[in-house]
């Protein structure tokens, strides 16, 4: 059983930076996936973004190019820094983990994960 932690949520202007932490308690095998997912008030869980053991890493089209998904094996946590926020961001955060071959499309759309933390808020005001 892992149990994930996600942290760093908070309240920015337009254009400002957060980093979000996910500690896990360990990792779902050698092989695996860790990654964010993201869901506002009525709207659709969404993938932001997916990093695996071999450091392969994918995201989403509307996170392209601002965030970016790291990890820190020492430490069993996974980060995802924002940078250039937009009001459209604003949701609850949650990462996940799961034993996995490689990131892949599927993954990041599918959110089929048995690993999730609690979530984190993050809002963006314009």
């Known amino acids: 059983q892992v149990q994930l932690v996600d942290s760093g949520g908070g309240s920015v202007q337009s254009g400002g930076s957060l980093r979000l932490s996910c500690a896990a308690s360990?990792?779902?095998?050698?092989?695996?996936?860790l990654g964010w997912f993201r869901q506002a008030p009525g709207k659709e869980r969404e993938g932001v973004a997916l990093?695996?053991?071999?450091?392969?890493?994918i995201y989403s089209d509307s996170v392209k190019g601002r965030f970016t998904i790291s990890q820190d094996d020492e430490k069993n946590t996974h980060y995802l820094q924002m940078n250039n926020l937009k009001p459209d961001d604003t949701a609850m955060y949650y990462c996940?983990?799961?034993?996995?071959?490689?990131?892949?499309?599927?993954?990041?759309?599918?959110?089929?994960?048995?690993?999730w933390g609690q979530g984190t808020q993050v809002t963006v005001s314009s």
């Open positions: 360990g990792y779902p095998g050698r092989s695996y996936c």
């Open positions: 996940v983990a799961d034993f996995c071959l490689g990131v892949a499309i599927g993954h990041l759309i599918e959110g089929d994960f048995d690993y």
């Open positions: 990093i695996d053991s071999t450091g392969k890493t």
